[in-house]
């Protein structure tokens, strides 16, 4: 069945410092991509999503590139902030499908 | 601003309590979906429902049922709540697009706690 891995945290940076966290998928056909993020004590915000090979999805900052040659959906970000603090969730929604499947989310820390 | 709405941000139970939670959304979305979310395991979908009445079992039922008597509300019962359901729910909705899924929009969560 269709599934998401993403890399294991917590990661923590410095402010400013460059943001990478690493998506694949195991998925038929085409499906959407997206990240969430969830900020502390608070439910799920979509951050960006793409729904096309190629597609880039960015948002605040945050950028991430639909491969589907590597079946990834890596996050970045340039320049980190205190307040990027939280946990990010990659998912995908298949093309036949109504629900979304999410990866095991990633808590990313930033210290000043 | 569209709005996914769950009653309770916190919740105590007692062990063999029925127990309901409520979502209602204000967009007139079709799909409705609670998860539950855990440490190390992400979101582990429980039921989803894509209509009024009608319901498809996800990756985790047991031991939960849903109501969706009218489009804008799904509701998650625990019939006997245990401890090991004590967790974080999410109630999330979508509508639907024919060959592109659309993203979903989540309520605040509800943390419940069965003691």
């Known amino acids: 069945g269709d599934s998401v891995t993403q890399m294991e945290g917590p990661v923590t940076l410095s402010e400013e410092a460059f943001l990478t966290i690493n998506c694949t998928y195991t998925?038929?056909?085409?499906?959407?991509l997206f990240w969430y993020v969830q900020y502390p004590g608070e439910g799920l915000q979509l951050l960006l999503k793409a729904t096309k090979a190629d597609d880039k999805g960015s948002n605040k900052g945050f950028e991430a590139t639909y491969r589907k040659e590597t079946t990834s959906f890596h996050l970045e970000k340039g320049s980190v902030q205190v307040s990027d603090s939280a946990v990010y969730f990659c998912?995908?929604?298949?093309?036949?499908?109504?629900?979304?499947?999410f990866g095991s989310g990633t808590r990313l820390l930033v210290r000043p | 601003d569209v709005k996914v709405t769950q009653s309770s941000r916190y919740l105590v139970k007692r062990t063999g309590e029925k127990v309901f939670l409520e979502c209602v959304q204000d967009?007139?979305?079709?799909?409705m979906f609670w998860y539950r979310q855990d440490p190390g395991l992400g979101l582990r979908l429980i039921y989803f429902?894509?209509?009024?009445?009608?319901?498809e079992k996800g990756d985790i039922p047991e031991g939960y049922s849903v109501s969706r008597e009218k489009k804008e509300r799904f509701s998650l019962i625990l019939e006997s709540a245990s401890t090991n359901q004590t967790s974080m729910y999410l109630c999330a909705s979508s509508s639907y697009s024919t060959g592109l899924n659309t993203e979903a929009f989540f309520g605040q969560g509800t943390r419940l706690t069965v003691v």
């Open positions: 998925a038929t056909g085409y499906p959407s």
């Open positions: 967009m007139d979305h079709e799909n």
């Open positions: 998912a995908l929604s298949g093309d036949s499908s109504y629900k979304l499947i």
């Open positions: 429902s894509y209509d009024v009445k009608m319901k």
